[in-house]
């Protein structure tokens, strides 16, 4: 067995990130978790993204949540994202309930976290859409705890197909950033590619640089993105109106509950228990705290 095996098995038995993880990622704006989706949840997880993923590129979506872009060898339109994966896919739903990470995302962000974006970005074979070097929306509505993105790994991430990470950027000045975003060029002295297997999770903070070339290859890749903020921050600064707190509340406390009853969860697997502080803690009082739907348009919900 070699190093990175038994690091992975540490990690895998684990409740929770370690305060080194948590550091690491405090540090850097990025932390990569090896082997956290595994067996069938993986293998379900994956059949229900490949529905998705033929039903999006078999042919061109008319339709909000599909999005494409211009494919570099024939110009065709290629799907390069799937919003709302949550709605789509009762896996997407269990996933949401995942206690090591829900348990880690607590303990980087604090106790009155809530979900908000929940997105598939691929990078179809041959064609693969350029994501160029950016920050993540919504900056400016960073307060005192890191906003971040957790990133559930369904296929293989080599260097033809990965994400590029420029570590400690996420502190850099409005100038720094834009001398990187302007020059197109992926392979920075600084950056680092983010070299991934089916099942391995990235937490990237919003504000550190990323991005990944056009692909080439015959490799597909694609990644489940599920965003975190704290419910006083959005609050205070938004992006939503305040009434999409407890909304994505009761999203969240749903999939918690599903997870529990998922026929390919382990029933040794201790459960996550949500419970935000006050005033958050209103719909968890609740008995019935139902969602009406697991799709929130962010176009709803913006403040004017
Ligand atoms: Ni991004």
Redesign the pocket.
Known sequence: MNGANTHDEIVSCASVITDEQAKFFLNNGFLILRNIIRGEELRRLRAAMDDLTASGSETVREHPDFAYGSGHRTGRSVLRRIEYVIDKADECKALLGHPFILRSVEKLMGPDYIPTWDSMVLKLPREGIE?PW?R?AGTECVGDTPIFNVDYYLDAADEDTCVWVIPGSHRWSRAEVDAIVQQRDFHQETAVPALMRPGDVMFHNILVL?GSPRNGSDKLRRVIYYEFRAAHVEAALGPHIPEYIPLKQRVLLDCIERRKTTEYIARTEEPYEYQPPAPWNTVVREAASKPKTHRYPHGAYWRR
Do not use: G, M, R
Request: aromatic share 0%.
């Open positions: 994501v950016h993540d990323h």
